[in-house]
């Protein structure tokens, strides 16, 4: 089978300011917590959540939190190395909703 390749073009921006990683793909936004402990793992990828869903929905923190525990969800992401990583899924399609009249 051939060899395929694949180019990739970043761009470096100073804004936001972002204190973990975050990740966007066609699904949903993805922040991202490591720690040695998986609690705190997790704390900082559903803190580094509730800031995205404020800057990216202009929620505020206390509306995030109560909409994250619907919509967010919370997955380990590894568990080797000395270090644990939890991740905060949130879907694009979560925060659509229907008006009923």
């Known amino acids: ?7 990739l073009t970043l761009t470096v921006r100073d804004e936001p300011r972002l204190r ?29 959540m509730l800031e995205l869903m404020g800057r990216e929905h202009g929620l505020e923190r206390a509306d995030a939190l109560a909409l994250a525990s619907l919509v967010v969800d919370l997955r380990v992401t590894q568990l080797v190395n000395g270090v644990v990583g939890a991740h905060a899924l949130l879907r694009h399609d979560a925060l659509r909703f229907t008006r009923i009249a």
Do not use: K, N
């Open 20 to 48: 973990s990683p975050i990740a966007w793909t066609p699904e949903a936004w993805i922040t991202f917590g490591l720690d040695e402990d998986l609690d705190e793992a997790a704390a900082a990828a559903v803190d580094a």
């Open 1 to 7: 089978m051939p060899t395929r390749g694949a180019e």
